[in-house]
């Protein structure tokens, strides 16, 4: 079955902090892929990023960027001096399964603080 | 606009009585879904769709049904609502294949009384 842990519950910084989401997966394909989304307080969910499983490299997009890696199975993603727009819950996600169905962590509350 | 809508976007509503919870995609997808969202819990899946007529259960399946006669329509249906089904629900859609980002409406908060 498939799994992912969001270990961080809710983290507060103060604006230009760096802060890093964790993100750890159990699948047993060898083809899948990983997303984060952001929802904001308005409630919807925004895309940020997909990697698929054969892509170690890793990207980053302005003040963020995003470190997979296979060998323990993690896809963290990291804020580079946070801003207060940046507060929002977090959630990565698996699919790769049958039915294209996208497994979600549980979520990381960010709280950046001015 | 390539958008996912979903109506209402608010809805209190008392045990037992019926109701829908429209979708809609302009997007031509064949690969539609709902989940539902609580707290710790993240977002699980309902039921999807892979195309007209095609529907299968997700993880949380009870106490809802859905259909799928059109290809841009996916509504979901609260046949008796119980209070364990107030959530936040979102309907998704996409091109089908696993790589493909999902689709996600704007939401719809359900409370059942």
């Known amino acids: 079955a498939q799994k992912v842990t969001q270990a961080q519950t809710e983290i507060s910084v103060v604006e230009k902090e760096d802060v890093t989401l964790d993100c750890v997966y159990e699948?047993?394909?060898?083809?899948?892929?990983l997303f984060w989304y952001k929802q904001p307080p308005s409630g919807e969910l925004v895309f940020l990023i997909r990697?698929?499983?054969?892509?170690?490299q890793n990207e980053i997009s302005g003040r963020y960027s995003w470190n997979f890696q296979k060998s323990t199975s993690s896809f963290n993603f990291t804020i580079t001096a946070s801003q207060v727009v940046d507060s929002a819950v977090y959630f990565c996600?698996?699919?790769?399964?049958?039915?294209?169905?996208?497994?979600f962590g549980a979520g990381t509350i960010l709280r950046v603080k001015s | 606009e390539a958008q996912v809508t979903q109506n209402p976007r608010y809805l209190i509503t008392v045990t037992g009585k019926k109701l829908t919870v429209t979708c809609s995609q302009n997007m031509n997808h064949e690969y539609m879904s709902w989940y539902r969202q609580d707290p710790g819990l993240g977002l699980r899946q309902i039921y999807y769709s892979m195309n007209v007529e095609v529907t299968d259960k997700g993880d949380v399946p009870e106490g809802y049904k859905v259909s799928r006669k059109e290809k841009r329509n996916f509504p979901l249906i609260l046949e008796s609502p119980s209070p364990n089904q107030t959530s936040l629900y979102f309907c998704?859609?996409?091109?089908?294949?696993?790589?493909?980002?999902?689709?996600f409406g704007p939401g719809t908060r359900l409370t059942v009384l």
């Open positions: 699948t047993r394909d060898t083809t899948y892929y």
């Open positions: 990697r698929n499983s054969f892509d170690e």
């Open positions: 996600a698996l699919s790769g399964g049958y039915g294209n169905k996208l497994v």
């Open positions: 998704a859609s996409s091109s089908g294949q696993a790589y493909n980002e999902q689709f």
